[in-house]
Antibody, heavy 120, light 111 residues
Framework: QVQLQESGPRQVGPSQTLFLTCTVS??????????WSWIRQSPEKGLEWIGY???????YYDPSLKSRVTISIDTAKNQFSLSLSSVTAADTAVYYC????????????WGQGILVTVSS | QSALTQPASVSGSPGQSITISCTGT?????????VSWYQQHPGKAPKLIIH???SRPSGVSNRFSGSKSGNTASLTISGLQAEDEAVYHC???????????FGGGTRLTVL
């Protein structure tokens, strides 16, 4: 059974960096089978695909976020992480990690999500 | 790129069938067979119910089916049940500078 779990601070100050980690169990992220993504959801924008990372470190980032986003992978810990810099209130959202097959938005397993609020 | 277009809400009575549309362009839905549908209950993560236009993951009820015509994809739910009340999201691969986009979501109410 594949499971994903997000972890990290639930509140981040304006202009600071948001950092979240996704811990994966039941599947190895070091295999060339799947891509590993971050997605966020807010009432204003709905679901947004932030980006993904592949086992070899290749990444894709949404162009609107690319200048502020870094997704990294730690195959030894079976984790991947999201860093989003210079956050504003517009970055307040539920952040999900998910697994997708192929570099298309087919997300078959999701974490439960973590609400991150940007506020001082 | 703009999100895919879905109706804000649909409704139906138990036992009936409903269809939710998802309209895009030739750069996404019309150009590729990589359309997915997700069901999301309140406070929960989305759940994949259809991928590659009309394929169901293991364990998903055959009451859910997907199709595509031109730039519009559709999700049909037959034999509506109370548990189907949720928000449904579509997504598609796109050959623009983004790899994929979502629809705005459709709230299904079972009357």
């Amino acid at each position: 059974q594949v499971q994903l779990q997000e972890s990290g601070p639930r509140q981040v100050g304006p202009s600071q960096t948001l950092f979240l980690t996704c811990t994966v169990s039941g599947a190895s992220i070091g295999r060339a089978d799947y891509y590993w993504s971050w997605i966020r959801q807010s009432p204003e924008k709905g679901l947004e695909w932030i980006g993904y990372i592949f086992f070899n470190g290749n990444t894709y980032y949404d162009p609107s976020l690319k200048s502020r986003v870094t997704i990294s992978i730690d195959t030894a810990k079976n984790q991947f992480s999201l860093s989003l810099s210079s956050v504003t209130a517009a970055d307040t959202a539920v952040y999900y990690c998910a697994r997708n097959y192929g570099d298309s938005p087919n997300f078959d397993y999701w974490g439960q999500g973590i609400l991150v609020t940007v506020s001082s | 790129q703009s999100a895919l277009t879905q109706p804000a809400s649909v409704s139906g009575s138990p036992g009936q069938s409903i269809t939710i549309s998802c309209t895009g362009t030739s750069s996404d839905i019309g150009g590729f067979d990589f359309v997915s549908w997700y069901q999301q209950h309140p406070g929960k993560a989305p759940k994949l119910i259809i991928h590659n236009v009309n394929s169901r993951p293991s364990g998903v009820s055959n009451r859910f089916s997907g199709s595509k015509s031109g730039n519009t994809a559709s999700l049909t739910i037959s034999g509506l049940q109370a548990e189907d009340e949720a928000v449904y999201h579509c997504s598609s691969y796109t050959n623009t500078n983004t790899h994929g986009i979502f629809g705005g979501g459709t709230r299904l109410t079972v009357l």
